[in-house]
């Protein structure tokens, strides 16, 4: 289906304007039909070389077994190349966290 001009509809994965910001477009249900929502899905990420360093979003339903495979968006194709393990390069411009460093506590 098209919208006013031509364009396809957004599939999971794509990059759309809700409510005048930008996000990537989830699913709302696994292919078994459960509902993705708040505390229903785990959202993450894999880097691909198969898009020039881009990556992949994914959704994991929290109903399904664990080695139910999530959905991908952008869809995976023949040339991806899913990313493994721990990069072999730090890209990272930030400083270096210090050992003794230690998070806050919440205020609540």
Sequence with gaps: MSDD????????GSLVRRRGKWITLPPTHCPHGHWLGPGRVLVGHVACSGHGGGGHNLWHC???PVAEPPTFGPPLGRHCK???GPASVRISTGPEPEESQTVP???F
């Design 105 to 107: 506590e919440p205020p």
């Design 82 to 84: 899913s990313l493994e």
């Design 62 to 64: 929290r109903m399904c």
């Design 5 to 12: 001009w031509g364009l396809d509809e957004p599939t999971v």
